[in-house]
């Protein structure tokens, strides 16, 4: 992850980490699901900074089925810092 975010008044590479919870057919699904769910967030819809010669990129570590009663809220973004 490379997002461009401010951080006391200085612009700098982030990444984060969060949890989704998504009801989906497929693997992939949930993948395409959890994505839109991050890039929608506020943290990031009104902070990011686009940089055209390095886009934002977003790896999911992991999906994991679970049951519906399994599921909780979504988790806020827990951002490091990319260097």
């Known amino acids: 992850m490379n997002f461009l975010l401010p951080l006391d008044s ?3 590479k982030l990444g984060f980490y969060t949890t989704r919870f998504i ?9 395409v699901l959890a994505i839109e769910s991050v ?4 943290d990031l819809l ?6 055209q ?21 979504d988790t806020g973004l ?3 810092v990319d260097e």
């Open 23 to 31: 009801t989906s057919a497929n693997p992939e699904e949930a993948k």
């Open 10 to 12: 200085v612009v700098r």
């Open 46 to 51: 009104n902070s990011v900074v686009i940089d």
């Open 78 to 80: 827990a951002f490091y």
């Open 53 to 73: 010669q390095t886009p934002p990129i977003i790896d999911i570590e992991e999906v994991d089925e679970i049951s519906l009663s399994d599921a909780s809220a």
């Open 39 to 42: 890039l929608t967030h506020p």
